[in-house]
Every structure is written in C-alpha cells, then in structure tokens.
T-cell receptor, first 111, second 116 residues
Framework: SQQGEEDPQALSIQEGENATMNCSYK?????LQWYRQNSGRGLVHLIL?????REKHSGRLRVTLDTSKKSSSLLITASRAADTASYFC???????????FGKGTKLSVIP | GAVVSQHPSRVICKSGTSVKIECRSL??????MFWYRQFPKQSLMLMAT?????????EQGVEKDKFLINHASLTLSTLTVTSAHPEDSSFYIC????????????FGQGTRLTVV
C-alpha cells in the first residue's frame, strides 16, 4: 500500500494558536480520515470526510479535502496543551476498506 | 464510537518464544480486522487483513508463517508472533470494522512487544 505524505513532520505552537496539518496522497480514494495518537497508545478516530465532500467540521476540528490536488488538511483551532499528540491521515482507495496511513505530524502545544 | 479491546498492552518475551495478541470487538461484529505494526516515531504499516472465517491476506514482505493470524469469530482475531526475535520488537495495533459501506474502523489500544 502506498503511504501518504504529511507535513509538517513536527509542529510546535503556543496554547490558543491554531494548528494546521496537511496530507497528500496519490491514488483515488473513497474517504479520508484523521486519527490522533498519544505517545505509545492506540489511535483515536477524529473525523472522516468522504470523497464527495469538501469540508467538514467537528468541534474545534476542521477538515478540508481537495480531490483535484489529492490533499487534505486538518485545522485545530484554539489549541490546548491536551491536543499534544501525533496526528495521522488515513485513506482507503476505491473498492477497498484497507487504510493507508500518512507519516504523521507530531504536534506539541506549549502551555 | 465502538470499542475494540486489545490484550495485552505490553509484553516482554524471550527470543525464540511465541507471543499471542488478542483483538476483540466488544459491542459490534467485526467482519474485517486489520493488523498494523508501528516502529518508534513512524507511521502504521498494514501487516494483514483478515475476514471472519477465512485466511488472512498478508501485505508484501510480511511472513505469514511468522505472524499467524486467526479470525475465528466475529468478535475475536489473534496475532501470534512465532519464534520471536529482537527485531520483532514493535508496537502492534489492530483495528476492526463492521459490515456495510463507509463503516469506519475502530482501533485497539495497541500492544508493545519487546523481545529480549
């Protein structure tokens, strides 16, 4: 499976600032999902955006999807120290339920 | 969301021994389960996909005789690392999804395997 690319690899911001992470992929997708992982723990599903959707919101999270550019972004507004974690995008190709993960962005929110 | 329980969370074993990791869907029937491996500071790499009642499909480069996967019921899949070596030390994570289109996958808490 072809891994997605994420940038930045690491991001450090002050509490209250917004954090933006980007994900790019190369294949056609069914949907794209964002996950959060605290150090040494499992993954927590954050949000899913389907290939026919362009933007989705969930609380302080905003996800965009541009299928023409094969890219997605995750925006976390008004960040908190508790948002410190690694964030991964994951996507499934047409006709498949397998998830391919991006390389992840490590976010550090400084109190 | 649905709950996937993975056990054990941490295990240390000696080289040459086998280790079994369990992945259970607690409140839904998991028609498909996925096993991933994650090295430190890296992303998740899919090892294999298993559908209940059938043989697992392994990704290229994953030895099926070394990483035995059993998905005998709709709520349980197991990964057995056989004849473990120190290079098998890693974080193993399972995920499970139910039937139906666009069903998201839910992840277990992961298992930290250390082979000494």
């Amino acid at each position: 499976s072809q891994q997605g690319e994420e940038d930045p690899q690491a991001l450090s911001i002050q509490e209250g600032e917004n954090a933006t992470m980007n994900c790019s992929y190369k294949t056609s997708i069914n949907n794209l999902q964002w996950y959060r992982q605290n150090s040494g723990r499992g993954l927590v599903h954050l949000i899913l955006i389907r290939s026919n959707e362009r933007e989705k919101h969930s609380g302080r999270l905003r996800v965009t999807l541009d299928t023409s550019k094969k890219s997605s972004s995750l925006l976390i507004t008004a960040s908190r120290a508790a948002d410190t974690a690694s964030y991964f995008c994951a996507f499934s190709g047409a006709g498949s339920y397998q998830l391919t993960f991006g390389k992840g962005t490590k976010l550090s929110v400084i109190p | 969301g649905a709950v996937v329980s993975q056990h054990p969370s941490r295990v240390i074993c000696k080289s040459g021994t086998s280790v079994k990791i369990e992945c259970r869907s607690l409140d839904f029937q998991a028609t498909t389960m996925f096993w991933y491996r994650q090295f430190p500071k890296q992303s998740l790499m899919l090892m294999a996909t298993s559908n209940e009642g059938s043989k697992a499909t392994y990704e290229q480069g994953v030895e099926k005789d070394k990483f035995l996967i059993n998905h005998a019921s709709l709520t349980l899949s197991t990964l057995t690392v056989t004849s473990a070596h120190p290079e098998d030390s890693s974080f193993y994570i399972c995920s499970a999804r139910g039937s139906g289109g666009h069903t998201e996958a839910f992840f277990g808490q992961g298992t930290r395997l250390t082979v000494v």
